[in-house]
């Protein structure tokens, strides 16, 4: 199993472009996240999604979109690019339903805007 | 909202000593607790985790830690520090009841282990 996986693993991007953060996991679970990481700062939930169809705001959505058609995947999506953006970002899983309350994180993605 | 506080932003120990990470939760419910374990440019990785069994949890590595409600603590500890143990460490709560699915997390402390 791949488990959670991101694309790519690095990304520069100029100020108020925007790009698009893959994220899929092959575990058949429900509940995905999206956190940021920034140092001294731990992780903050940007958005979740509880199934598809189903997205939810988390702590620091501001200037970030998602969407989630499928099970398996779960994009996230920044519009115009701004330095405050700069920072690395985590895509995870989890499937409490079944007793998997842990959250599984994919690699990372790091994240450069100038 | 739940809040994690982990107390010291850097922790360094002596190869062989005992390591001690603190975590305290604010919580009038008890919730889930987790502690990960983060390598330099990987991702987080589950050390251990309490879900209202047992309140000594053992997980990987030689780690441990102890659910106490009256202190509303999670406190992660190993007897003997390796040096393959420096990394980041972060304590994580989620649940309980309709607010299971997010997970917040303290600050992170980073673990030096000295020679």
């Known amino acids: 199993n791949a488990g959670v996986t991101q694309t790519p693993k690095f990304r520069i991007l100029k100020i108020g472009q925007s790009m698009t953060l893959q994220c899929t996991q092959d575990m058949n679970h429900n509940y995905m996240y999206w956190y940021r990481q920034d140092p001294g700062m731990g992780l903050k939930l940007i958005y979740y999604s509880v199934g598809a169809g189903i997205t939810d705001k988390g702590e620091v959505p501001n200037g970030y979109n998602v969407s989630r058609s499928t099970t398996e995947d779960f994009p996230l999506r920044l519009e115009l690019a701004a330095p405050s953006q700069t920072s690395v970002y985590f895509c995870?899983?989890?499937?409490?339903?079944?007793?998997?309350?842990?959250?599984?994180f994919g690699q990372g993605t790091r994240l450069t805007v100038v | 909202a739940q809040s994690v506080t982990q107390l010291g932003s850097h922790v360094s120990v002596s190869e062989g000593a005992l390591v001690l990470l603190r975590c305290n939760y604010s919580?009038?419910?008890?919730?889930?607790l987790f502690w990960y374990v983060q390598y330099p440019n990987q991702g987080l990785q589950l050390l251990l985790k309490?879900?209202?069994?047992?309140?000594l949890v053992k997980g990987i590595n030689g780690f441990e830690a102890e659910f106490k409600k009256s202190e509303t603590s999670f406190h992660l500890t190993k007897p003997s520090a390796h040096m393959s143990d420096a990394a980041e460490y972060f304590c994580?709560?989620?649940?309980?009841?309709?607010?299971?699915?997010?997970?917040?997390f303290g600050s992170g402390t980073k673990l030096n282990v000295k020679p």
């Open positions: 309490y879900t209202s069994a047992a309140t």
């Open positions: 919580s009038s419910v008890p919730p889930y």
């Open positions: 995870a899983s989890s499937h409490p339903e079944q007793g998997l309350t842990e959250a599984f």
């Open positions: 994580a709560v989620s649940g309980p009841l309709y607010n299971f699915n997010k997970f917040y």
